[in-house]
């Protein structure tokens, strides 16, 4: 009876996702994302990052290098107001998503996972629910960042190509996203999924044309940055709220989405699922 008994666990475990039907799921997404919204109204240093890392970065870039680097566009200061605004909200989108990660591995350190892994909850629901938050700090950075760019003097002459960017960012955040949640479940701490974000963010942001047009660059760092998901996403910016070429960028910039997106979710679900 024993061994009966022990082979029967491993048949049935992995099949606990495949009895929760969509409804279920969706209940206990939305019950998981009720708990991360608590937790932040009950920790509010958390949305610290979302406050003020739009309002330092752009003042930085405007006021520190917005007159040299828009001399070399032919603008001045305020043209280089009308370029970086759009790069920084894809800055955004990319920056932001690492406390997905960070905050993966402090809630399986608490021994918060082993708690959740151990009700009769859909895996997936927990990601999911991970992600839908990490988007609404986004969204509510990027809003902090229009204001701020509105008060340096940023034009938005097409507010249907403004939310048309805000939601693109969102749809390649949330592909990003499931990159740091696979180090969160992956490293042992918090500490280790930073540095590794670090590693992964430093070069693909600034080897991009977030803050500066790509032009200049050597020609090795001009190839790297026509394959960077941020280049493209960033020009996609650019042509939706201040006008010029959309349709490649906006293409490329779905396309590393989906891809990043079809094969990073599946291994953070198994790792999640994994994860002794």
């Known amino acids: 009876m024993s061994a009966a008994t022990i082979t029967d666990v491993p048949t049935t475990a992995p099949t606990a996702d495949a009895r929760i039907g969509l409804r279920g799921h969706l209940r206990h997404t939305g019950a998981l994302i009720r708990r991360n919204l608590l937790w932040i109204r009950q920790d ?55 406390g997905v990660g960070t905050g993966f591995s402090q809630d399986f350190n608490s021994g918060v996972m082993d708690r959740f892994r151990s009700l009769p909850i859909g895996r997936g629901s927990v990601l999911f629910a991970k992600i839908t938050v990490e988007l609404g700090r986004m969204l509510f950075a990027t809003a902090v960042l229009m204001v701020v760019a509105l008060l340096v003097g940023f034009d938005i002459t097409n507010w249907p190509g403004l939310f048309a960017t805000v939601a693109l960012s969102a749809a390649f955040a949330s592909s990003i ?91 953070a679900i198994h790792k999640f699922r994994t994860k002794s």
């Open 44 to 98: 509010p240093e958390s949305m610290f990052d979302a406050v003020l890392m739009p309002v330092v970065f752009t003042l930085l870039f405007v006021y520190v290098f917005g007159g040299s680097i828009g001399q070399a566009l032919g603008g001045g200061q305020d043209g280089y107001v009308q370029y970086v605004i759009p790069g920084m909200i894809a800055m955004m989108s990319m920056t932001l998503s690492q």
């Open 177 to 267: 996203m499931w990159v740091f949640l696979t180090l969160g479940v992956v490293l042992k701490n918090a500490q280790s999924v930073q540095a590794m974000g670090f590693l992964v963010l430093f070069p693909l942001q600034f080897g991009s044309s977030i803050f500066a047009p790509t032009q200049s660059m050597p020609g090795w760092l001009q190839a790297f940055t026509d394959y960077n998901p941020l280049s493209t996403l960033a020009d996609a910016a650019r042509g939706l709220m201040v006008g010029g070429p959309v349709a490649h960028d906006l293409w490329v910039t779905l396309g590393w989405s989906v891809a990043i997106t079809a094969v990073m979710a599946p291994v």
